[in-house]
């Protein structure tokens, strides 16, 4: 692996915390013996699509049989296409090269699939991503924060907090880039939903009025729910396709025995209620007549329906069976 470690600009993490964050992360994730970390020191000219062909001929003749190309890679601002640095590589022949170009699109991790990655491989919208910004992160560094766990690995934040330079927010709790910019590109969902997966704002917030509290906002329910969308989803499926219901929690089945012989009492005594009710009510708002005790009656019998249906091990005998006995499916011929 071998990383650009030079520095870039003044406002990014210096490099002997990025070798440090790298170091850790290699310590902890990477079987020793079969991986090498090799820095190359080179300074950034940001010569965007040409300077990513300089690259990678540079880590072929280090020994790198990979080149890992993100979007606009040694790029700035705008200043080059988008994805420049990935059609450069349409003029060459690998034999050209000598080194095997992998092109990344744009990389963000779905809460929802549970794993990083492009729209070339989620179907999932911005309501259920976390960016990956390497500008975003710096901020969010520079703003005391360490970034969500699916994004960055702790054990390298930890550190490049450290030496991300300048540290802090100035006198008016400002950072480098404005706080609303921050949020939007690691947090796209913020902008248009009340929380992470969850329903479109009456009104969408814009860049300009996020603060310092958003940011903190948004964190606090990334790491609250980034584990709990996929976790939530396996459950459901779980809840009516485990046919060994030892492995799903007693206390929910028996809470929905409890709501469904709660709701029984009132659909019964709703169901009363109805009979004796009048057809006109002496006092309306003292007392109901039979129409509007019959509606009550059919919403409570429509929220019986509604519940959840308890499911024990019993009703689940009907999804095992075996058309041959048992003993011929290990390979016995004997009937």
Sequence with gaps: MQPLVEMAKRE?????????????????????GRSILAPLRVTYIFAGPRETVLHALIMKNYGCTHALIGR??????????????????????????????????EVFYCTRCDTQATEQS??????YRINISGTGIREMLRHGIMPPKEIVRPES??????????????????AISPVGKTIKSIFPFYLNRTRLGGPKRTNPLTVEELTNRDLEAVNLDVRANANKIYQDIFDEYTSVGDTNRNLQPEWVMDA?????????MVVEDLKEKVKQAPKSASDEFMYQDKEEAEKELNVATKILGDIPKVLRADDFDYRTWNVLPYKRYRGSDEE
């Design 122 to 127: 989620c179907p999932h919208d911005e309501q």
């Design 72 to 105: 606009d890679h040694a790029g700035i601002g705008d200043y080059y296409d988008k994805y420049a640095s990935h059609t450069i590589f349409d003029q060459f022949k690998p034999e050209e090269l000598g080194i095997d170009i992998r092109l990344f699109h």
């Design 12 to 32: 990014y993490t210096r490099h002997e915390f990025r070798m440090l964050s790298y170091r850790s992360v290699l310590e902890t994730y990477y079987p020793k």
């Design 157 to 174: 934040a930890r550190i490049a907090i450290q030496g991300v330079q300048p540290k802090g927010l100035d006198e008016f709790e400002n």
């Design 256 to 264: 929905r025995e409890t709501l469904h012989h709660q709701q029984q």
